[in-house]
Every structure is written in structure tokens, then in C-alpha cells.
């Protein structure tokens, strides 16, 4: 059977994420591109390496000719300061939508992140269309790639998943994780879904597991056909027995990002 | 144990899912009455035949005597020229609801379509309180019945299921139906819920399997107690295997209707 | 200046309303056609007349050869039995968008009804999306003709704006007309509007003054213009003078269809 | 491992929710305090008993002392006289909430009621957003509950779940427990998970088993990690072959208070 | 013309907006009960007074007799310890819809509270189906009277509206007034409209002028027929000249309910 | 009396807007700093001026000192190559809002901009809440200061409004305009409702006169108090007589953007 793609670029292929794709997607795409600022160096037969930085205009352009789907998890995974927030995730991402575009590839699947919307509340009980409530400039960076796909579909024709990814670890490392948890087959799960969805057009979605909190609603995103197989539940007495009991009256604990709402101006905080 | 019903006429009995029907709904009654323009030759001790045509009005009226229930799937299945559509759709649902007024029937269970709603994108998520979109006449008749349902359901107290059945065949047969697909066990399942659901009044809802992409919200007939148990996913390797990737720009693959939103006017259409 | 029409139809010409707006909507075309059962005598010269029954497909459609535009207000205005509630409104209504499709027609204009919506209570508020639930079967005629014009939007191109007119008389009538009425001037102001929005596609308007008690939420037609300029108060005294206070309790009165919804099935009332 | 409260006071102790959550909950803190008006007298170790009566404003502030949690399941638990509904549910709860409030308790989860909201129907899907509507009296004092529990976590910082409960017995009595029935298992489950979530609030809750008929929305409460593992449907045959069929046009079959929506004012009934 | 009233009894007849209805709502009726705990002596000719306290259940319940509405205004106005909320306000009010019930009283206007809903923010935009929010114990009551209110509709057929009055005084007095005043003469307006409105059930609406600043949205309660003729703004510049701007982060700045929101409890409060 | 702020800064001072806000915001200032890239030579004893570019970001910074509010109308007006919109709007802003934190600036009301949410189209009639839908690089721009404001009320506590202007001119200009347009004079008015809302928190808002044509819905912003007092309505005579009837199926007439749906990108085009 013909794969339904010939070439997938996976950006930040090195990173936690990039390295489960790279094994996750190979079924779908006849070769893949890992690109990174490190050096690749176990490539196998299906696969060749791209080395730059995302900050380079050129290189990231040219980095996505003859691909027919692009996986943009590369740039700054956290908060960092504004020069590099906006040189890796800015000026980074709107590089790999121009090469979509000059190079006619057809969809692109994003990393974006909960701290998109960091400052919702869990019991406001979101979903993917509601407003923007970034909690860090990192968070900021995530909507403007946002906006930035949204424009790319709507005037160039580009489809684009958003997936707002929540924690995605190889296990739950504390209690916000035990809601937040995206195991890495259920990340590798959407990113598939995404990529093989029958219409995409420019659609967002959290990046969950099937945790037993649900703070969010994912209905919207239900025409991408992601449906969760893990859990944190497993994980529960393990990270329980390790950590206290979060203060419910907290901020961090009340809202979706976590600590990130409490995390100051990147630019202040001296040797983070 | 008494059964809740003691005779339920089905229209179009003879038909693909008339039949299926026939067979999963003999449990709820004590008989069945199969009408169709066919004749059915192979009845058995709980079953009757009635053969006459939806547009002959007294026909319809008299073959509802007698029934608690009527499971109305008769009718031109798929898009037809304009006489066609109006005698056998519009004209022959409306006999169907005179009987039950007539003849005090309760329940009329409806097969309404997913070409009621088939302009509707697959990424607005539609519920089944969301405005009409029809894609067809074929669907502008359904869109009829649904609105003569309510009538009667707010004038004359008989209660209505409106079914908008997707894609029910006996498997996937294509791309669109891995989401689309209603498996004829399902298709019982719905029917049947409808039937004895504790309170129906005027319902709408979506008829689907549990297909791994969901493009529609089916909470709001949650009362019916519809719970798919099929899925086409298990299908889905032999329909990739021999089908296209639909275009993803295509208004027939973004579309609830599939096709129909791209079909002419049937009476223009030649030997179609 | 040139106008924004070179040829309107109106249907109904020589009816209520039709009479209005042949006045009404002079401004607006080089010349109006105007169509009815009954022949118009009193022709001016930017008027021409067109003698026929909407049922006579070939009538209708020949003419609405050589217009941009139809203000289609014809059909039976109120409850009717069934065979002409499916001549005048459902058949009818059906030639009228055929001859819209054949002959290049742009946009049209329907009187719709409060009776489409009418088994709705005035406390719900209901908008312009909220399902139909229509009073009689000439309600759902309306109901019909709204889901046609959706579909030769949808797919053939034509504009259309549904007006759900409310109770559109000289002056109120009756203790309901003081928040249902729609002024002669107003429903001018409402159907120019609609001919000159600069988008319409498919839109559906609630049809009232700008009365003081306000049952539905008309917002979302908002892109149409209309601004009502009447309001039922000045008529207030006399009406509550001569009439008495509804029975609050009464279905009637609690819903936006007032007595239609306490009517019986037409084919039962004689001499009604 | 630390349990997550130290002393957990339950109310209501010995009635029929009340020693369900006697035994489930004995996993969550240190010792439980075990409150009635009737005497417990088969206490655990881990548990002590305090005897007194809601209405005894010292007494009931006093029995709050020393505890981190409060479940109060206690005070009349169905339609009862003005006098009894007052001082048992109103009064009573008023003093649980300022004993939380004079001794520093940080969570308590109330037995709120489908009678809070019972003229609601099923087919309009209400969420846990949507109006109150009570049933009775005694719906209107787990409304007034609600309303002193949004005001103590809106001022005093209490955090509180308002559970309301439909049907929670050994096992589905009649068809309308069917789809309202919530096992003493899940019961259990969802107190549990209350009192645990990450993040509480002011949160209201739905309390049902995971049955077929699923007429509330309530993935608002998504936040609490409830996920019930019970249903009706095993009981579904034996309940059906014992009891007759609803009537359908019944107010009572409509909505979700059931019989309740029935009685007439508790005052006026000699014996009930 | 026959008054669509014959009696209209109205409670707290002697207070601030008592006077003001007892003025305003002559023409409504052909006498008017005036009740009260002080006497009031300056009867006119088509009044009567009525001197009792709300806490006695028969001396309100006799009031009753003989009038077909009641305008509830009476009880404790403003935050009070939780003795006297009860009696004035919770049990007090239940004897006024026990009164109605006993004597066939039609219609019910109550004085609820915009600190029903205290805690919800301006920027919320809420309407009058969100959730109750009360910031007092005088709030909780508001909130305790509208279930009641609710419930003798549903049960009894007693029509009622809850007018939220935000601040009704002579003239705005601080700045939270220009946004949240309602002048006498609306106040009399939105009475009177929910009085004589052709379909009343049970409705909420919010009672404020036609103000600059509109932090509430008012339209589902449409149907009442209310359009306020006055605005805050005149008063504006004297407002602002003699008041400080507040502090804009204060949650009393922010809320609906004002410096209610700062309030402790009423209990703890000496010499309040 | 004394006026509501000390200091405002205004950016793009020497613009079309600008010198509007310059006169209209005198009486809220005992003084105003005028920054732009050209020096304004008019000066009034009121005013001061800064000539810096806005990626000068010790330059921009330097200039919000001392103030205690921004509005901040500078940068690129329209659809620029990336680069200058990077600049000019994504960096230059950043600059403003580090400003406001490191000065303790408390408000900043923000020139948004209907090409923030450009390829919505009139029908559907959204409200600020709803997802950001940008038509340009200059609009994506827009939404990333949107989510920068956000952030910066969320995490610093600095109130913001993002005034989304659509046609602010000195008059209509085209058929556009004829729904589009805000007044001079309404644009005063909003940046002055913003500017002293009692409660301004993350506010957005659209910019639009009182004109027929209303195609969003501005209610959550009511807070503001901003009551347009201009309308296009007087111009219409004049633009529709110098102007053609635009297309109604073209993408630039259905969409809020207008033309600018129909840009290509900006570093492509030449000479633009």
C-alpha cells in the first residue's frame, strides 16, 4: 500500500518529542527529514538529516523543499528570554511557514502548547476555540504560530493541526501530571491523527491522555479522529507517594500552565 | 414478559436497512407489519406484508391502522428527480404522519439523513440543534419530514425520532465512510433505543457508529440511549488499501454530504 | 445613479404586503414585475405584470426570465388544507428557485413566517439558528422553502434571505400585534435591506417593529441593515381598550405563533 | 503514605449514602467522625461518633472542630413539611458551613439533589451551568445549600462540590431509575474524587452511574476525575419484567425529578 | 378601561422603592394593599395598609387575600445577621408564596438583588441564565427566593419575575452608580412591564437604567416589554468630582456586587 | 476636579489617528507625550514629544516613564514585507509593554484591528471572543500583541483594551466603509471609555461607529461604555453614487477584511 506521504520534516527531531516521532511516523511517510541543531548521527535507511537553526531564514526554507507534510516541534521547548523566544519560536516558525509555502507543502502539525493558554482555570472547562490566555512569553510565541497557521490556510491553502501539547513525558512526574500527562504513543497517536485526518483545514487541539481529570473539552478537534489509550492512572500512587498534596487555593494549581503562572519576567531572573 | 409493542409497521421494508430491521426489531413487538412496493415473500408467523406505494394516500393511511409504532425507512433513497422526491418523500411522509394522527399511533422513528446537514463542514462540529444544511433535493425532503415531525409532535402529541442516518452498509466501502459508517447492528441499536427510550417527545439524532474520527456531537439525543458498538476502524486498512486519499481541498471530503454537495440538479442530469 | 436592479419579480403582487412593496421597492429597480393570480390593473410605466398560478411550473419559471431579483410573497398566506399548502407554497416555492437557477437569477427574497418558529415560547428568546419548530402545515411549508433556499445557496450560488415576518397589518390588531407587528414601513425597510446588503448568502430575519416587548434576538442578521423605524406603542391604548388580556396561562399566548398554534388539522375544520 | 485529611466528618452517617461513604471513604483520612442523630454503635477504631441534631446550631459548629473535610450527607432526604425542610436542610446546612468556616475546614461535599433541577426534561440536556428548577421544597432547600456553598468559597475561601444525587440505592427499583441510578460503588467514586481533586472551587457535579440513557451534560465537572464504572443496564431485563412502561406524555417520564414533579405542597398532604 | 388588576398588594410599601411603586403602579390597579411593619397614614382613597411582620406566617398569608398580584418588596434590605435574613427575607417570602398560592395570586414581583450575582465580574458579560453568585447572606436569601419562585411556577402556576436590582436611589451616589443605577421611575417602568407582560412564567431580568457602561446582558428578558428612559450619565461630573476613581485591581471595583464583595460575616461584625 | 490620569503617553502621535487622540484626549491628562518617528512641531503647553523609532527598545522604553497609561496607536499601519513588520509591530510593542511593566504603567489601551479577524465573514457574526482569524502578516501582528496584552494583565497586572479598529477615516470612503466605518469622533470616544472603564482587566473591543450594517456583536465589551454616536448612514448616498455595487460572491465583499483577503504576500509583490 503507498504510504500517504513521501517525505515528512520533523523539526527538533533530536529533542524528547522529535525522537518518539521520528519513530512513530516512519509507517506514514516513504522517508523522513529529521532537522535539528544537533547533529543526527543514527540514521537509518529511511531517513536523512537536516543540520541549522531554525533562526536562519534560508536554511529553514530550504530545509522543507520536497516535503509534502512538516512536524514543527522544534525552537525553545520553555520559557527563555525574549531574544531567543523570539528568534527560535517567532521568527523560527514563521521561516517553516514560508517554506511551506514556497515549496507547496501541504500540511503542517504544530507543537504548540498549554501555555497557550496557561491562565484558563480547570474549572472554566475550555475548549479549542476559546480565547487565547498565554502564561509565559514561551506561551506567546505558541499563539502567535497560532495566528500565524490560521492566515497560511485561510489565504495560501495550508492545512494546519495545533496541537497544544500538555505534559509529554515518558511518565507522570508530579500531580498536575496525573491530569496533564500526554504519553508518548498517545502524542505519537495524534500527530498521526493529524497528519491523516480526511479534512484538516486549520484545526487546534489539546494533547492529552485519557487522564481521569478532564479539565478540558477536545470535542471540536474530534474530526481529527485522536482518541487517547493511556492514562496517568497507573502512575497515580507512585507520584502521590513522592509528592505533597498541592495548596487547591494556589494559582499554579488552579490554572492550566501550572508553575508557569508563577514563573516572572525571563529577562529578570538571573541563571535560570 | 409483555413486549413494549404490539405491532410495528416498517416502511420500505424490503429495502437494505428495512431488512436488517425487520430481523432486529422483532423482539419490541408482538408483530410486524412490512410495507413496501415490493412484495416480501418470505414472511414469517409475527410478520404481515402490506404492498402499496407512499403516494397513494389512502393506501399509506390504511396500513398504519392498527400499529403503536411506525419505522418509517421508505421512500426514494438517494437523490432523485424533483416528482420523484416530492411524491415519494415529501408527499408519501406526510400520509405516513396522517395515519399515525389518524389512527393514534405513538412513535414514528424517522430514517431523516446526514444530507439534511450535508453542507455542514466536518470541522464546525455541528450538534443536532444546529440550523439545516441540506446538499440535495433528496435532503431538502428530509429536512421536510423532520419539520412535519416536530408539527406533530407539538400539535398532535406523537412522538418523533428523526434518524440522520450516514453511511450504512454492510462495511466501509470507501475513505468517507471510515468516519461515516453505521454499522447495521448499530443501525438496529438506534432504531430500537428510539423505540422504548423512556421519554422521546420530538429528538434528533446523528446516526453513526463509534468511527474513530467524530465530526459530529450527538450529546443533546444522549436521552435515546443509543451506544454505538461498532467502529469502522477495523475496516480501515482494507479501504485505504484499495481507495484514493481524497483530496483534502475537495468541498466533497470537508463536507458532512461527501459527493452530494458536488451533484447537479437531478433533473438535469442524464442517465446518472 | 444607477440602480441596484435592473428587474425585480415580486410575487403575491397584488396582495397585502405585495402592494406595498411594489411601492416600496420602486426606488430600487429599473422596473418591477409583478406577478399574482389576479390581474393588475392600475400598471405604472416602470411596472409590468405577469398573470399566473406558482403552481403552473412552467409559468413561473417563464417568469422569472430577464430578472435579478424576486421578492417572492406569494403563496397561501395562511393555514390551508394540505393540497394547497403543497400547490401554492411547497410547489409553488420549488418553481420560483428553478427559475431563479435557470435564469441567472441573483437573489431572493422570501416572506417566511413567525408561523416556521411558532410553537417557541416568548420567554426562550430564540435566534435566527435556533431550530424550526413550525404551528401548522403552512408553517411547515415555510420550513420547506427555507431549507430550498439553503440549498440553491449552498449550491447553485443564490442569495437568499428568509424573512420570518410576524404580523405585518396597517396597525396591531390585537394585544399580540403590540409586540409582533411589523409596520408596512418597516417591512419596505427589511426587504430593501435585504436586496442591498452587500452580503447576504443564506440569512434568516426575524420580521418586527422595533416594539417594546422583544421576544427574539434578531442579532444575527445584523449584517442585513435593517433598522426598525416603528414601534406597535402609539397603538397600545386603543388596542388594550378594545380587547382583553390574554389568559397568560393559555398556550397562545406563552407562544410566538399565537392561535396558530391552537388550531386543528386543516382537512378536519369545515368551513374554516 | 500520608492520607490526604486528617479527620473527615460525615454527616448523616447512618443513613443509606452515609454508610456507603462510611466504609469507601475510610481510605482518605486518619479517622473519620461519624455524625447522626441516631446513635452509632458499631464503631471502627479509625472512627468516632458524634450524636446530635443539624438543627442544633452549638452543637453542629462544634462537631466541626478538628476536621479537614466535611461530607455532609445529613438532614431531611425527601419532601418533608416547610418546618422540617427549614430547619434540617436550610438551618442545618447553614451551620455545617459556619462551623467550616469558624474552624478552618477546607473542603466540604454536599448531597445536593436532582431535585434541585428536576422540572428540567430530559431532552433538553441541561449542564451543570444551566438553571436551577426544583422539584419541592425539598429541591428548593439543596438550592439554597448551593448558593451558601458559592458564597463561602467566593468569600471565605471554602472550597465545596455540590453532588447532585439521582438515584443512589442497592440497585435500579423501576425504569426511571434506569438511567438515574447511581450505585453506592460510583457514589463512592465521586465523593472520593471530590474530595481529592487537584483543584475544587465551587464545582456542582451530576451524580449518576455511567447508564445508557445519559440525559445531563456533565462534563463540566470534568475537573473532578469522577469516571463511574457502574450501569443500570444488567438490572435493565428484571426491572423491565417487573414494572410497567411509563407513559410518555407523563410530566413525570419528561422530567428529571420524576414523581416529584407530582406532589403537591407537603403542608397540605395528611399522613405522607 | 377596565385596570388589568383589581388589587395589587405591595410589600415594604413604606420603604425607598415601596413609595415609589405605590405611586407608580396606581394606574394598575383599583386598589392597592399597602403592607408594611410600620404603619403608614397617609392613605389614599384607593389604598389600604396592612401593618405585619413578613416573619409572622399568618398575618402575611391573610395580606394575600383578595389581591391577584403581589410586588414583594419587603425584608431586610441590605446585608443582616442570619437570624433576621431568615426570618425577613427566606421565611418571610415563603409565607408570601404560600399566601399566593392559598389565595390564587396570578403574579409575583420580587425585589431580588444584583447581589444574587455579586461575584461575577463586570467583564463576564453574564445574563440572566448564568449561574447565582451571591456575595451576602442577604444575597443567599435573593438566590433562596428565585428557587422558590421557580418552583411555585412549575408546581403551581404562579407566575413570577425576580427583578435584580442593581442600586435604585434617588440619584447615582458613587461611581459604581453610573454603571449600576436604576432611577425610580425605571424601576416603576420594569415593574409595571413585568406586571402587565402577555407572558410572564418565570422570568429574571436585571434592573438597571439604560446607562453608558452595560456590564450585564439583559435580553432574555425581552418578553417583559422593559426599555429604561434613564441614564447615570447627566449625573456623571458631580459624581466624579466629589468621589475618587477606584482602585481599578480591587475586587469591589471589579464585581458585580461592589464593596458587598469586602463584607465579612454579618455575625462577626459589631455595631455594622 | 482633578483628571483621571497624570500622564498619557500616545505613540503614532503624528498619524491619522494620532492627532485625533492628541485633541480628544487632552481633558484625561494633565499632560500628554506625543511619541512618533517624525518630530511634531505644534506643540501645546500640555504636550511633550519623543521622536524614536518603536524597535528602539531602550528608546521606547525610556518614553513610558513617568506615564500612567499608553496608547499606543504606533507602528506599521498596513500590510508591510515581514521584516518591517516585525519591527514595527511585534518587537516595537514588546518594547511598549516592557515599558508599562518596568515604569508601572497601569493601562495600555492597544490599535488593534479588524484585520486581526479578517477572514471572518459578515454572516457569521462574531463576537470578541471569538478565534482570531487574521488576513495579513500586518493582522497576525495584531494578534500577537493581543496575546502580549493578555499576558501582561494576567502576569503583571497592567489593564489593557485592544481597540480592533475596522474603517476609522475621515469618512466613509467606499461601499465598504458603509458598515466599516468608525468616526473620529467615535474613536475619541472609545479610547476614552477604555481609558476610564471603572473595570478594564484584558478587554477587547471592536471599533465601530453606530452604522446599519452591524455584523458582529460588540456586548462583552459593554463594559467599556462605549456608546458610538456617528453612523455611515449620511454618507451613503454620496459612496454609492461614485462607487459599483461590489461583488457579493467575491471573498473580499463576504469577509470582515475586505481587500486585504485578497493580498498576496507582502515580500512578493513589488512596488506595492
Given at each position: 500500500m503507498?504510504?500517504?506521504?513521501?517525505?515528512?520534516?520533523?523539526?527538533?527531531?533530536?529533542?524528547r518529542l522529535g525522537s518518539q516521532l521520528r519513530r512513530g511516523l516512519a509507517p506514514l511517510a516513504d522517508s523522513l527529514r529529521l532537522a535539528d541543531r544537533e547533529p543526527i548521527t543514527d540514521l537509518q535507511?529511511?531517513?536523512?538529516?537536516?543540520?541549522?537553526?531554525?533562526?536562519?531564514?534560508?536554511?529553514?526554507?530550504?530545509?522543507?523543499?520536497g516535503c509534502d507534510a512538516i512536524v514543527h516541534m522544534g525552537g525553545a521547548?520553555?520559557?527563555?528570554?525574549?531574544?531567543?523566544?523570539?528568534d527560535s519560536n517567532i521568527r523560527g516558525s514563521y521561516h517553516i511557514y514560508e517554506g511551506a509555502r514556497k515549496h507547496g507543502v501541504r500540511r503542517v502539525i504544530y507543537?504548540?502548547?498549554?501555555?497557550?493558554?496557561?491562565?484558563?482555570?480547570?474549572?472554566?472547562?475550555?475548549?479549542t476555540d476559546s480565547p487565547l490566555r498565554p502564561d509565559t512569553l514561551y506561551g506567546v510565541s505558541k499563539c502567535f504560530v497560532e495566528s500565524l497557521g490560521s492566515l497560511y490556510w485561510d489565504k495560501f491553502g495550508i492545512e494546519s493541526a495545533m496541537i497544544r501539547i500538555f505534559s509529554s513525558f515518558p511518565e507522570p512526574a508530579d500531580r498536575r501530571m496525573l491530569w496533564s500527562w500526554l504519553s508518548f504513543d498517545d502524542c505519537?497517536?495524534?500527530?498521526?491523527?493529524?497528519?491523516?485526518?480526511?479534512?484538516?483545514?486549520?484545526?487546534?487541539?489539546?494533547?492529552?491522555?485519557?487522564?481521569r481529570v478532564k479539565p478540558v473539552d477536545n470535542s471540536k478537534a474530534g474530526h481529527l479522529g485522536y482518541i487517547p489509550q493511556d492514562?496517568?492512572?497507573?502512575?497515580?500512587?507512585?507520584?502521590?507517594?513522592?509528592t505533597d498534596i498541592a495548596d487547591p487555593m494556589a494559582r499554579s494549581t488552579q490554572c492550566m500552565g501550572g508553575w508557569y503562572v508563577d514563573m516572572g519576567h525571563p529577562d529578570d531572573e538571573v541563571g535560570k
Open positions: 503507498t504510504k500517504p506521504f513521501q517525505k515528512i520534516l520533523i523539526t527538533g527531531a533530536a529533542g535507511p529511511h531517513e536523512e538529516a537536516a543540520v541549522f537553526d531554525l533562526g536562519d531564514e534560508a536554511a529553514t526554507i530550504a530545509a522543507t523543499e521547548p520553555t520559557e527563555r528570554p525574549w531574544q531567543e523566544v523570539l507543537a504548540s502548547s498549554v501555555h497557550a493558554i496557561g491562565y484558563h482555570q480547570l474549572d472554566t472547562h475550555i475548549d505519537v497517536r495524534l500527530v498521526s491523527a493529524a497528519l491523516t485526518a480526511p479534512h484538516l483545514g486549520y484545526t487546534v487541539s489539546f494533547g492529552m491522555s485519557d487522564n492514562s496517568a492512572e497507573p502512575y497515580r500512587a507512585a507520584v502521590e507517594a513522592k
